[in-house]
């Protein structure tokens, strides 16, 4: 067996799919399946079972994989060392995240990282929590970066942040506070069901007898932007991240309405998955990210 081969199964692995392996490795898909029949044939068992909707692994496909991994972030480790020890480290890093970290925290996060390693790439995809730990699960994603845990044990949290979710409105409104009753009377901007931001809105105002349906919503928007767009000049109120508004506030173009007795606060977590073994550049990063803490 060669490192190619390997590679090829590693990548049908990942995305259980053998033409989206062979677009990843930048092969075609026969060349893919040839690896892989060649694997098949010097180990005399099979690895993959194939079925028209999907690839899995065998037992015997498991544990090649475990081993496969290994040697392959071996020799990414013998890269890396040369590559750093020559100024020159590259490749790229897949990262899931929700709406505000991928707004709001990432952005700088990456291009300070990128001042120290101008070679480097990212690709970054915007999911909710459950997205992002299905992706990671399959290991499709390097990290991810979520507003909720997983039960699952293989996950490993690292807290990067704490944010506010507080009520907003335009800086020319004469309110300048609420009481939770007045929440059902105000005309509110939410955001969609999907949103980290309207769940733990909605669970709060559970706990003080507030349900969804004793709302005025005006209007159910999908994007934080949008959102503030909608507010600014208007009579409308939103529950947006403190995060997300606070240059907003600074240029007076924002402001934030007090609401008496109600306080939401929320922790972002950085996580990967254990039972994967980081690479070295996967590594580096983390170790640069948790720095920043």
Do not use: W
């Not at 020319?172 to 969609?192: H, V």
């Not at 007076?252 to 950085?270: H, Q």
């Amino acid at each position: 067996m060669n490192f190619k081969e390997l590679q090829s199964f590693v990548a049908i692995s990942k995305y259980k799919n053998f033409s989206k392996a062979a677009k990843a490795l930048y092969l075609t898909q026969p060349t893919i399946s040839h690896h892989i029949q060649t694997l098949e044939d010097e180990l005399k068992t099979t690895i993959l079972v194939r079925t028209s909707k999907s690839v899995s692994l065998t037992k015997a496909g498991q544990l090649l994989l475990i081993h496969a991994q290994k040697i392959l972030n071996e020799k990414e480790q013998i890269h890396f060392m040369f590559d750093h020890y020559n100024g020159d480290i590259s490749g790229e890093l897949e990262i899931a995240t929700s709406t505000i970290p991928s707004q709001f925290y990432l952005p700088q996060i990456i291009k300070d990282f990128s001042e120290l390693h101008p070679k480097m790439k990212f690709k970054i995809e915007k999911l909710d929590s459950a997205g992002v730990h299905d992706k990671l699960e399959l290991s499709t994603i390097d990290f991810g970066i979520v507003g909720a845990k997983s039960s699952q044990e293989f996950f490993s949290y690292e807290k990067i942040l704490t944010d506010d979710i507080v009520l907003c409105c335009d800086f020319d409104n004469e309110t300048t506070a609420l009481t939770i009753e007045d929440l059902k009377t105000i005309p509110l901007i939410m955001r969609e069901d999907g949103s980290g931001t309207k769940k733990m809105l909605l669970k709060a105002l559970e706990s003080h007898g507030i349900e969804k349906d004793h709302l005025n919503i005006f209007a159910t928007i999908d994007d934080i932007n949008t959102v503030k767009a909608c507010i600014m000049g208007s009579g409308k109120f939103a529950f947006a991240s403190r995060i997300a508004i606070m240059e907003d506030v600074k240029n007076e173009s924002l402001k934030i309405i007090p609401i008496e007795g109600l306080e939401i606060s929320r922790d972002f977590y950085f996580v990967y998955n254990k039972k994967h073994t980081l690479t070295p550049l996967s590594r580096t990063f983390k170790e640069y990210i948790l720095s920043k803490v």
